[in-house]
């Protein structure tokens, strides 16, 4: 299942929960299988410093769903360090 910041959970309105969900492949069964791969088209944006991958990412994928944000409020929210990059954890799930 994938997992954003509550922060950002909270700007996706139903509609675009949706959108996201049938993106990734989420059929809506129990299990919630996804596909091998995926691709979302649109801008890649490059991380803005040698530790911000993750922020990175979840700003293409955020651009892709018209939802501007920053990499730098993106690792504030994903509680990315320099030492440790962006954990696994401490996320919440989209339902």
Known sequence: MPFVPQSIRDRLAAEERAKFAQAIGK???????????????????????????GPAAVESALDH???????????????????AGTGWTGWVPIN
């Not at 059929?27 to 991958?53: F, M, R, V």
């Open 27 to 53: 059929t809506g069964d129990p299990g919630g299988s996804l596909p091998a791969s995926y691709s979302i088209g649109g801008k890649q944006h490059p991380q803005e410093t040698n530790y911000w991958c």
């Open 65 to 83: 769903l018209g939802i501007g944000s920053s990499q730098s409020a993106l690792a504030t929210q994903l509680n990315t360090t320099q030492a």
